[in-house]
């Protein structure tokens, strides 16, 4: 089973759509999670972290559920330029150690 | 967060070349630098951590003696790939992490192509 695990998509949506994107993690004892955005040929850029409470960022929300081992993003009013592939990553063990990368989610925003 | 720059952005070479990768903290002193690997259509794998003054430590597969890394300052990592080879074509990234459980903030990456 992989640490970080995502559907790969492409979710492809209108305009003004909302798109939800979901995460699982192996290890129960993960400490910090992320999610991160990547367009083509380019390097991640950290959208938002994601907090035990859930948090909201504009149109980006993120939850985690740590019983289930579940991060999910929900974009609200999609725009074209959130065209991008999601990374949901996750911190396994906390302090400066490794970050683990799902393969992303490829988001794909029509007029 | 932390500005990272890398350098350079592309590079193509010859078979058997070496190649060396620069990663730069512009504002945060980085004890700890993240050299990453990501093949097309793949996600980023982690390819080494680079500790400042002292050696790196590389994950499961990755050939130390291939894939040289030296930290020798707060501000500046380098990736050497030593004669590299076709397969060792790829996007090269590194990045800084600002404290425990803080995210990563990525340098622009490195586009290897050997010929």
């Known amino acids: 089973r992989k640490e970080v695990e995502q559907d790969p998509g492409p979710f492809n949506v209108p305009e003004g759509a909302t798109v939800a994107f979901n995460c699982t993690y192996s290890?129960?004892?993960?400490?910090?999670f992320f999610w991160y955005r990547q367009d083509c040929r380019k390097e991640p850029k950290l959208l938002m972290s994601?907090?035990?409470s859930g948090n909201e960022d504009g149109r980006f929300t993120a939850q985690l559920n740590r019983a289930s081992q579940y991060i999910s993003l929900l974009i609200r009013d999609s725009k074209l330029s959130d065209s991008a592939t999601y990374l949901c990553?996750?911190?396994?063990?906390?302090?400066?150690?490794?970050?683990?990368f799902g393969a992303g989610t490829r988001l794909a925003v029509h007029p | 967060g932390a500005v990272v720059s890398q350098h350079p952005s592309w590079v193509i070479c010859k078979s058997g070349t070496s190649v060396k990768i620069e990663c730069r903290s512009l504002?945060?002193?980085?004890?700890?630098m993240f050299w990453y690997r990501q093949f097309p259509k793949q996600s980023l794998m982690l390819m080494a951590t680079?500790?400042?003054?002292?050696?790196?430590?590389?994950e499961q597969g990755v050939e130390k003696d291939k894939f040289l890394i030296n930290h020798a300052s707060l501000t500046l990592s380098t990736l050497t790939v030593t004669s590299a080879h076709p397969e060792d074509s790829s996007f090269y990234i590194c990045?800084?992490?600002?404290?425990?459980?803080?995210?990563?903030?990525f340098g622009d990456g490195t586009r290897l192509s050997i010929l």
């Open positions: 990045s800084v992490g600002q404290g425990a459980n803080q995210p990563q903030h």
């Open positions: 990553v996750v911190n396994p063990s906390g302090g400066y150690n490794k970050l683990i």
């Open positions: 680079s500790n400042e003054g002292s050696k790196a430590t590389y």
């Open positions: 994601v907090y035990s």
């Open positions: 290890n129960s004892a993960s400490q910090s």
């Open positions: 504002d945060f002193q980085a004890t700890t």
